[in-house]
């Protein structure tokens, strides 16, 4: 345990690349290939996470300053996904979910319950803090590790649910998003797209990249898209001429530098993703596999970036008037990227449609992680974590999705019979989607 626990805390950046190799090997790919494909989708992650950061450190002030400016009064802090891995995984129970989680994966690619290849093993820490927040709440370590199976269920059942939008919005052939900060969002947007559809008027706008380019000439390019957005932050934040142009620039370079990152990445993963289908199709010819990866990848396209940076200023504008909210947004708002990319897929990068649907979700992830800050504060102190002076801290990215919420809620009522009752309409999902026992079909 403990040496798989210090391959993981070496990070994605270095994990990743030795995963793919390992793959690449097995999958009959040859070394030199392997090799440099792992490396190749080591380094993509490095231009993202230096992007991210980019985002992170230039956004991150600029809300500071537009809170500080509002005056918000506001008690439970958002840490932010970096700091909700540290707190999930610095646990015995949390360090359990990588293991549990590689087990089911392939246990259920086995048996053809599942589609989805699961190399994004650091995304584990979701797993890993849903089950530390069940046993925040019942102190049963048995239930928070039956958690930990039943929401590996889930997550693989949205996984393949959401790889054909995927590949058809993304373009992205044979791969899929195992990733708990992703997946919740699919779910949300298909019924906002299908009431969008059915508003006269409003379900004839189109809004994606290319129209508002075609409609708006320069002004609609995603780069000046980026400084506009980033001059509108800067102004909010009350900064000066110097460090709002410094913003908008910066914002712009995000718009231009996340998708060459993500075109690197994917350099890496493509021979990868093809000799697995190649080699399942050889095996059981019945059958597809998705690379299941982080949703890093997505986050390039310009209608999550566009989407991205004005949800910004929108989810802080959120915090402020909604009644009993209690949490200041402050460490995941460089992780909205990741939480509205499969919205973006579903609305069919409809710009409108994303920031208007994304609004409607950070309502609801701004109250579910008030409600559940009590808890991962508890989990926090659990795993001896920094709290930093704050008396209550929470994490949109995890802690404020519907997700957890339906977890944590279970645990409180009848909490064998209800996560069960999760594990088994997740189950029967996947058995119905991929249906692995069919005439036909391979041993």
Not at 90 to 110: E, K
Request: charged letters at 10%; aromatic letters at 10%; one cysteine or more.
């Amino acid at each position: 345990m403990d040496i798989l626990q210090s391959f993981v805390d070496l990070g994605p950046t270095v994990v990743l690349p030795i995963i793919i190799f390992v793959f690449g090997m097995a999958l009959g790919c040859k070394p030199g290939e392997s090799f440099v494909s792992g490396l190749k989708v080591g380094i993509g992650f490095i231009g993202l996470n230096l992007i991210i950061g980019l985002l992170s450190g230039s956004l991150g002030p600029a809300a500071q300053a537009m809170v500080t400016r509002i005056g918000l009064d506001l008690t439970t802090v958002d840490v932010g996904w970096p700091a909700a891995a540290a707190i999930a995984y610095g646990t015995v129970l949390g360090s359990m979910a990588i293991p549990i989680g590689i087990a089911m994966n392939v246990i259920l690619l086995i048996l053809g319950i599942t589609k989805t290849l699961n190399v994004d093993i650091w995304n584990y820490w979701h797993a890993a803090l849903v089950s530390s927040l069940v046993y925040a709440i019942t102190g049963n370590f048995a239930l928070a590790l039956y958690s930990t199976v039943v929401y590996m269920l889930m997550l693989y059942l949205l996984s393949d649910l959401i790889g054909p939008i995927i590949k058809k919005f993304y373009g992205f052939p044979n791969v899929t998003f195992p990733h708990g900060t992703a997946a919740p969002g699919f779910l949300f947007a298909l019924p906002l797209n299908w009431i969008f559809d059915r508003i006269p008027g409003f379900n004839k706008l189109e809004a994606d990249a290319e129209s508002i380019q075609e409609k708006f000439g320069v002004f609609g390019d995603t780069t000046v898209m980026g400084l506009v957005i980033g001059l509108g932050i800067g102004f909010l934040a009350g900064y000066d001429l110097s460090a709002t142009l410094q913003l908008g620039v910066q914002t712009s370079a995000i718009m231009v530098l996340m998708p060459r990152m993500v075109s690197v990445l994917m350099e890496g993963l493509t021979p990868i993703s093809e000799s697995a289908n190649d080699l399942v199709k050889k095996k059981f010819p019945n059958r597809d596999v998705y690379i299941g990866m982080d949703a890093a990848i997505s986050v390039g396209h310009p209608a999550v970036l566009s989407s991205s940076l004005l949800l910004v200023p929108i989810t802080i504008f959120l915090a402020v008037i909604l009644p009993g909210n209690k949490t200041l947004p402050f460490g995941d708002l460089a992780a909205i990227p990741f939480i509205i990319c499969l919205m973006a897929a579903v609305f069919r990068g409809n710009i409108v449609r994303t920031v208007i649907g994304s609004s409607i979700y950070m309502v609801t992830i701004l109250y579910i992680s008030t409600w559940t800050a009590p808890l991962v504060t508890a989990a926090a102190k659990a795993a001896e974590f920094d709290l930093l002076g704050n008396s209550s801290i929470t994490a949109l990215s995890e802690g404020g999705l519907f997700t957890t919420f339906a977890f944590i809620l279970a645990s409180q009522y009848m909490p064998w019979v209800l996560i069960s009752l999760i594990g088994i309409v997740c189950l029967i999902g996947l058995i119905y989607i991929n249906k692995p026992f069919k005439k036909g079909e391979n041993k």
